[in-house]
């Protein structure tokens, strides 16, 4: 199995909401990201996951709450978001940091419309 | 600061040529390099990486050199199909081994 999977596909919530994002990875990999992704831009890193704790949160605001219930699962719940926040949110895991153990493998990603 | 550039946003090349799509980096430490192809509404696709050891790598009808004194490497696809056309993204990862540093992705047409 080399897949990672997401739900839900897509997402339409208001400011006041409370939703999550739900991602999935069987192959065993270690490590687990969260990126955000806007109209032709690249991919940007949101937060990484190794070994179940949390090691690098790029300043992303409180508004994005990360949580790794174990080393399959990744959940990112969101809470009184913006709609600048509308995006395509990807997860993706990776293997481990040494060569040939860093490509990592992205899910189909979740559209996200905050109204 | 973009420390990954693709400076082609689109390339257009007729079926069965080669394409070639660049990338160049500005951080010395990066040291493994990484090639994703990615269609709308879809999660990039991880196609071929490189490590920063080696100045080739090859796997099926990709193959990707590195030339570290120029901070530069490229996607050749050799024969070009029309199922190729897609946006393709250089990305970077330092000796921190998590963070991937993203180009901002070349837009690739296969013409038939």
């Known amino acids: 199995d080399t897949e990672v999977t997401q739900t839900p596909k897509h997402l339409v919530m208001g400011m006041t909401n409370k939703k999550s994002l739900k991602c999935e990875q069987h192959?065993?990999?270690?490590?687990m990201y969260w990126y955000k992704q806007k109209a032709k831009k690249p991919p940007e890193l949101m937060f990484v996951y190794s070994y179940e704790k949390l090691s690098i949160n790029e300043s992303v605001p409180s508004r994005f709450s990360p949580e790794c219930p174990n080393s399959s699962l990744l959940n990112l719940h969101l809470h009184a978001l913006q709609p600048e926040d509308s995006a395509l949110y990807l997860c993706?895991?990776?293997?481990?940091?040494?060569?040939?153990?860093?490509?990592?493998?992205f899910g189909p990603g979740t559209r996200l419309t905050v109204l | 600061d973009q420390q990954v550039k693709q400076n082609s946003p689109s390339l257009s090349v007729q079926e069965g040529r080669i394409s070639i799509l660049n990338c160049d980096y500005t951080n010395s430490m990066f040291d493994y390099f990484l090639w994703y192809k990615k269609y709308p509404a879809e999660g990039p696709t991880f196609l071929i990486s490189?490590?920063?050891?080696?100045d080739k790598n090859e796997d099926g009808r990709f193959t990707v050199f590195l030339n570290k004194s120029a901070k530069h490497l490229s996607l050749h696809i050799v024969p070009s199909q029309p199922g190729d056309s897609a946006v393709y993204f250089c990305a970077a990862s330092g000796y921190s081994g998590y963070a991937l540093n993203f180009g901002k992705g070349t837009s690739l047409l296969v013409t038939p």
């Open positions: 192959m065993g990999h270690r490590a």
């Open positions: 490189i490590s920063s050891i080696k």
């Open positions: 993706a895991s990776s293997q481990g940091q040494t060569s040939g153990l860093r490509e990592q493998f």
